[in-house]
């Protein structure tokens, strides 16, 4: 059988951990044919980013034309933008209805701490997004508001929607909740309290991304956002539990997306 085809759009993670690396690593684990538009080439390992290159937006685009007009595309998921002027190439393809089943994972700030975006990128692809998927950092980042509790996650969660995205989901891995991993998702008039055993690890590189393709992977085969993301937040916390005892690089270490020491 044919496999589904799923886009990623977003910055190459030299580490591996994160980015283009990483989103086409949990495509094929969730059995999906991965392809990928680059927006940006970094430096940087576990320890964290220490350069970033935006691509030219013409270049951008020449890759998503030519993806598009070979492949049937079922989801798109974007990370790293780069440049508001790359935004603005990708959210021009996604007016033009050339981006199915859109999850906007708004990278601004890496695990490290490093700066990735600007918050005008995002919001440009905001209004065309079936799912956005912001941390805590980032949903404070684009509603201005602080997000440290799950209240105000689910307060972020309800505004956010307001701008655009048909479904939000606002992480919360890092906020204290009893040893629960908790995350706030709202869409069709209802927000959900997602909760899972928080895994004790180091190796929480790339957890957004994984997370947000994960669900694209779930849209393109046809769930419903709640049925795909409560999907995605099982495999993360599987390829979290894989990984917790590794010892690749000396930092924010990968996840285990293939399931390799289960």
Request: proline share 5%; charged share 15%; with cysteine.
């Amino acid at each position: 059988m044919t496999p589904t085809t799923v886009l990623t759009i977003a910055g190459s993670d030299s580490g591996g951990g994160a980015g283009i690396q990483a989103d086409l690593k949990v495509f094929a684990a969730l059995g999906a044919y991965g392809t990928s538009v680059l927006t940006a080439v970094t430096a940087q390992n576990t320890r964290g980013v220490d350069a970033v290159l935006p691509l030219p937006p013409r270049t951008v685009t020449d890759q998503l034309d030519s993806v598009l007009a070979d492949f049937a595309v079922r989801a798109v998921k974007t990370g790293m933008l780069g440049s508001p002027a790359i935004a603005d190439a990708v959210a021009e393809a996604a007016k033009a209805g050339r981006l199915p089943n859109l999850v906007v994972d708004p990278v601004l700030v890496a695990t490290s701490g490093h700066r990735l975006g600007v918050v005008g990128a995002v919001e440009r692809l905001l209004p065309y997004a079936v799912v956005a998927t912001p941390n805590r950092a980032e949903a404070e980042a684009l509603t201005g508001a602080p997000v440290t509790t799950v209240e105000e996650m689910t307060a972020a969660a309800v505004a956010l929607a307001a701008g655009g995205p048909a479904w939000v989901v606002v992480t919360g891995g890092d906020v204290d909740a009893d040893g629960e991993a908790v995350d706030v998702l709202h869409g069709d008039g209802g927000t959900t309290v997602l909760r899972a055993s928080r895994v004790d690890t180091r190796h929480n590189h790339g957890t957004g991304c994984s997370f947000s393709a994960a669900i694209a992977v779930r849209l393109a085969a046809g769930d419903p956002v709640p049925v795909a993301v409560r999907a995605a937040k099982e495999y993360v916390t599987r390829a979290l539990t894989g990984a917790r005892h590794w010892a690749l690089g000396s930092g924010s270490g990968p996840l285990d997306h293939f399931g390799w020491s289960r």
